[in-house]
């Protein structure tokens, strides 16, 4: 490494030789005049002449940029864990967990399944919550953990995991409240996470028609009543089933999860 003349100033300074001398290569293929690589404490300073230094500075820059998002691309998938995945799986892990507690434990079922006057006339609060846990039978179960992979990744990318998960299982939970409610004082006993789950499709609702009606320089095409259309053609195709179908509990969670869609992402947008 030849030294600098005095004319010539420091552009860039790397931890090691190779990064310094792609530098040197990008200097050369770019502004053509000559550079200088001296080490010096803490690595290798990169030198060019003074009247090509912030010509040089620019190409160095835009290069670095490139190569970050060529790193990031080619990023091994299983390097950076996705939280919603995460999420997701402690979620069929619970709802595996909680079937298999349904079938050894003695009336596991019936002690924390959604039940009207368990909860309205004894006081047991933590039905609404637990019950979204239970299910049926093996189909039910299935059909609600294919559901959930593609509805609660969906909310968690548009409001966030934290907002999206907390705000599915509460307005779930909600759900069951409000059915209890109708219901009561009659008997009205349901269990099944179908609740989070339309309560999931509500807060995607929601929020998405929040974004697009809060967006800057918005086309006129893009109308809030697009996802509006888009979740409630879900509700029909998946809420809305046969005989022993919780309808009640479907469409309160659909309308307390958009309701609370719209207003975490009213919030957000504030922001």
């Known amino acids: 490494m030849d030294a600098p003349p005095p004319e010539a100033i420091p552009v860039r300074r790397y931890p090691s030789m190779r990064a310094a001398s792609d530098g040197a290569l990008v200097a050369l293929a770019t502004v053509g005049g000559p550079c200088w690589l001296r080490a010096e404490p ?19 820059s835009a290069f670095e940029t490139e190569q970050s998002s060529a790193a990031a691309v080619a990023r091994p998938a299983g ?10 799986f402690l979620w069929f892990v619970a709802l595996l967990a909680a079937s298999v507690a349904q079938s050894d434990i003695a009336g596991f079922t019936d002690r924390y399944l959604s039940s009207s006057t368990a909860l309205l006339a004894g006081g047991e609060w933590w039905r609404p919550l637990t019950a979204t846990f ?3 039978d093996l189909g039910h179960l299935l059909g609600n953990l294919g559901l959930g992979a593609l509805l ?17 299982l509460a307005c779930g939970a909600l759900a069951n409240i409000a059915t209890a409610l109708t219901q009561f004082p ?13 309560a999931a499709l509500g807060l995607l ?26 979740g409630l053609a879900l509700f029909g195709l998946y809420g809305v089933g046969g005989p022993g179908t919780d309808l009640l509990g479907h469409a309160f ?11 975490i992402a009213w919030g957000q947008t504030r922001r």
């Open 152 to 168: 609660l990744p969906l909310a968690s990318r548009t409001l966030g995991g934290p907002a999206a998960w907390s705000g599915a």
């Open 134 to 136: 239970l299910h049926g």
């Open 42 to 60: 803490g690595g290798i300073a990169l030198y060019a002449d003074s009247t090509v230094s912030p010509r040089l500075d620019a190409e160095l």
């Open 79 to 88: 390097e950076e864990r996705d939280p919603w995945l995460v999420a997701l």
């Open 186 to 198: 009659a008997e009205y006993r349901a269990l099944g996470a179908s609740g989070v789950l339309f």
């Open 253 to 263: 969670g659909f309308l307390i999860g958009g309701a609370a869609g719209a207003l």
């Open 205 to 230: 609702t929601g929020a998405s028609a929040v974004f697009v009606r809060r967006s800057p320089g918005r086309a006129p095409w893009r109308s809030p009543l697009v996802p509006l259309g888009a």
